[in-house]
């Protein structure tokens, strides 16, 4: 089974940019969709972003034009770039994978069975 590690988290102000990673081991993420997802303190956590294997995305609507989803198949690596942030941004992001997702990918957790442990983002006003 796949393992996932994020990194990239940091402190940040309002309207800087991150780049967070994903990488994977133990699995390529070829056979996987990948999505990446937030939980802000006192919140639930919720869906952020999703590549489908063919590369196809999805993005929750308080981040369209800001966040850009990514894979790279060869480094066995996610990303998502993050511009513009917002402290409304600040949460833990968890990189997911589904295994053999659908196209689109899904946007519910209970479709990915594994998971990193996240890093944090904190965007200050």
């Known amino acids: 089974q796949v393992q996932l590690v994020e990194s990239g988290g940091g402190l940040v102000q309002a309207g800087a940019s991150l780049r967070l990673s994903c990488g994977a081991s133990?699995?390529?993420?070829?056979?996987?969709?990948m999505g990446w997802f937030r939980q802000a303190p006192g919140e639930e956590r919720e869906f952020v972003a999703a590549?489908?294997?063919?590369?196809?995305?999805l993005y929750e609507d308080s981040v369209k034009g800001r966040f850009t989803i990514s894979r790279d198949n060869v480094q066995n690596t996610v990303y998502l770039e993050m511009n513009s942030l917002k402290p409304e941004d600040t949460a833990l992001y968890y990189c997911?994978?589904?295994?053999?997702?659908?196209?689109?990918?899904?946007?519910?957790?209970?479709?990915?069975?594994?998971w990193g442990q996240g890093t944090e983002v904190t965007v200050s006003s």
């Open positions: 997911a994978a589904d295994y053999f997702g659908p196209f689109p990918p899904s946007t519910l957790q209970e479709s990915y069975a594994y």
């Open positions: 133990g699995g390529t993420i070829t056979t996987y969709s």
């Open positions: 590549v489908s294997r063919n590369g196809g995305t």
